[in-house]
Each structure stands twice: as C-alpha cells, then as structure tokens.
C-alpha cells in the first residue's frame, strides 16, 4: 500500500484500420477474492499517428491505502474508442519515472527451447537397448548443445525375457566428451554379484555401440534413457 508505480507501453496505428485509434489503460483495484474494490486509473492517451509510427505513453499511480495481504491488481490494455491499435512492450517499474525499455521475452524462449529451464532434465531417448553394435542412438539434442552433458540410464535386463525396473544407474557424459567416436568404458553391477561392462563410442550427435556390451554377462543391463543435465 502507498507504493508508486508507472505503467508504460508502445502503441501504433493497427494495419488496414483508418488512423485514430486511441490507446487506454484501466488498472482496477480487486481483493482477496478477486472481487472488484475500485478503479485506480482509466486513462485514454492521445490517438496514435496515421503512418504507422510507434509512440509511447506513460502513467503513474499509487497503490491505495487499503490494499490489503492478497489483492492485487488487474490491468486493461484496450482502446478508448471503436478503432483498433496496436500494443507492444508493456510493463510496470517502481517509481514516478519510466525506466529503459528491457524487452521481456523469456517466455517466448522458453517455449522456442532457447532458455533451459532450471533444474529441469529432458528426455533425449527412451528405450532398451544393451548398446551393442546393433545400436546407434541419436538423442533428441547434440552433446555439444547441451547445459552440461548427457545422463545414460540404465536397468536390470533378463536376457530372454526384458527390462526390469530394477538395478537403476546412472552415468554422465560431459559436454566436453563431444569429441568424433571417443571410446566410453562403463562397469555396472547387475544384483549383488554380478559385473556388468559396457563399451561404446561417443559423438556429438549419437552414440554408437559395440559388440562387447552384450557379450556374457554385459548382457545383464540396458540403456533405458538419455537425459539431459
């Protein structure tokens, strides 16, 4: 309560639509419940040029006395009269004075892929496979690309019969292992006795396996994932 904020946009006159659209921004006070209390502003700016040109309009309001532990507030980009406008680059900054445009499209991003969400591990593959020179696995991104490296899932196998969920193990593949055809050792254990050993070659876009992950006793476990870390 009693905080000062300004509320900032750009505008601009709306394709194929006769010049005279004229901006309008309602910020409503609601309480707990989501309940209309009152109406803080309801400005109407100035009509936007005919040539397409980009302007910007400002306002400042206070937060009211009364605004209590879980209100909040609803704020309306819409237009003052019947022409449409354009909205872009909208946002609210503490004080009386409009701060430097900083363009907020992290959720764009996210959602294109390009900002790895934190603690966050993507499947790159599924499957069962023993990684022998039958298989070459293309996971769904490049080592190279990503956070830090891949994660290799593996579960008990019975050969003859499948996958069990059991025996779970985990290895890392740093980004820095992104080298053409690298050769990976990996020693697993399958229950309380028995040794599982794994061969393979690492490249920035796959795996590649090899005969000795399925011979004897290497038998005993399968990839099931890949994740990204």
Known sequence: AGMTFTATGYFKRQHNVVGGGTPRFEIDHLDAGGNFKARL?????????????????SLVFTIPDDFSEGDSLD???????????????????????????????ATWELAKGNYPTILK????????????????IYPDKP?????????LKWSFY????????TDWQYTIIPKTSAVNGRDHRVYLR????????????????????????????????ALREILEF
């Open 121 to 136: 591990q993507p499947s790159l593959w599924k499957g069962a496979v023993y990684l022998d020179e039958r298989h070459t």
């Open 158 to 165: 019975e050969p003859g019969t499948g996958v069990s969920d």
């Open 190 to 221: 399958s229950g309380n006795t028995r040794e599982v050993f794994k061969y393979f070659h690492v490249y920035n876009d796959r795996l590649v396996g090899h005969s000795l992950s399925s011979n004897g006793d290497n038998g005993y476990m």
């Open 75 to 105: 704020f309306k980009i819409s237009g003052g009269n019947d022409k449409w406008v354009q909205c872009d680059g909208i946002q609210i900054v503490e004080g009386d004075t409009p701060s430097v445009y900083m363009p907020e499209d």
């Open 41 to 57: 502003t309801n400005t109407i700016f100035p009509a936007v040029p005919d040539n397409y040109a980009f302007v910007r309009h």
């Open 143 to 151: 080592l190279g690309t990503c956070q830090t490296g891949w994660i």
